[in-house]
């Protein structure tokens, strides 16, 4: 099949054009650059099955293609935040773009919506019948109303054109090829730690998020993709370990044998205290849970980044 792959050109993007390519699929990998980069699809380029299109998606797009995973959209708050208007309109106008594509082609089409739609949420862990609880004016809103909005879209082209859609609901996902100044805390505990410089709580610490590795999150794309047409999703794909950022920054100290110190910093605005998802439905109906505990997933993703830093 030929898959097209939005957003492909970013940390989860290269990792699944990765896989598709391994799986004998022809992959065609479309994104503007905004936060992906060519390093993480520069060992790809050479293969004669992929093929890379500079394009943003806010605008329509003229393909062949036979399956198209959606995942073109910056994910790091410090990013979506920098031009929020671009964000809403990447959601938005993207997902339009997208499933117009699809209609047209009669293509199956992957959203990568997130836990985000939960917002702060006063239900724990997070299964997907809770609604949310989202600030609609804040500075995350372009970011989680846009993903919101998104998933309006697919479940509305899919009632009225019979699309055949796979929405997951993925919770913060970590390893290689996130990038330096990504932003995400996972890849700035390590940073700071492997540079020995101060490692930035944000408030005092005791907010929760559950880590998944980024090999367990694409068994879960590949594998809710492959699943019967009556499975719509949306579904939590996710890893339900739930940890203090605290936690984490001590976890990451001691897996680098960092001198580094913990410092705090102001809280952002609406900051989710906690978040863990409730991944039965994955587990029932795909088979599917994650498989790498977070000191082994955060020693790979440790093992990268020293050897980027070492290359540079
Ligand atoms: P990322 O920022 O590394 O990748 C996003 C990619 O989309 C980048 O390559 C970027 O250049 C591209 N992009 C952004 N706007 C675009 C546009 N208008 N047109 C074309 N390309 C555009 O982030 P990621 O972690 O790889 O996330 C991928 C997807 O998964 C996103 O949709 C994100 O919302 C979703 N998601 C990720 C996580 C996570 O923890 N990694 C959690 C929940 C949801
Ligand atoms: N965070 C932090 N220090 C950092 C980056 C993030 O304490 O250097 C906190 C952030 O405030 C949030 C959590 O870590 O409570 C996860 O942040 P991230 O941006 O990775 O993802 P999200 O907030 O979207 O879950």
Redesign the pocket.
Known sequence: MTVLV????????SHLCERLLNEGHEVLC????????KR?IAHLLSNPDFELLR????FPLSLEVDQIY???????PV?YQNDPV?TF??NVH?AINVLDLAKRLNAKIFQ?????VYGDPEIHPQPESYWGKVNSIGVRSC?DEG?RSAETLFFDYHRQYKLDIKVAR?????GPR??PN?G?VVSNFIVQALQGIDITIYGEGYQTRSFCYVDDLIDGFISLMSSPDNVTGPMNLGNPGEFTIRELAERVISLTGSNSKLIFKPLPQDDPKQRQPDISYAKCTLGWEPQIDLDTGLLKTIEYFDHLFASK
Do not use: W
Not at 6 to 13: E, I, K, R
Not at 30 to 37: L, P
């Open positions: 939005t957003g492909g050109a970013g940390f989860l993007g479309v994104d503007n650059f905004f936060t992906g980069s993480n394009h943003d998606v806010t959606n995942l073109a959209c910056p994910a790091s990013h671009q309109k990447t993207g990568a919506s997130t836990s985000e970011y993903k993925i919770f913060n996902t970590y996130m990038h990504d995400r």
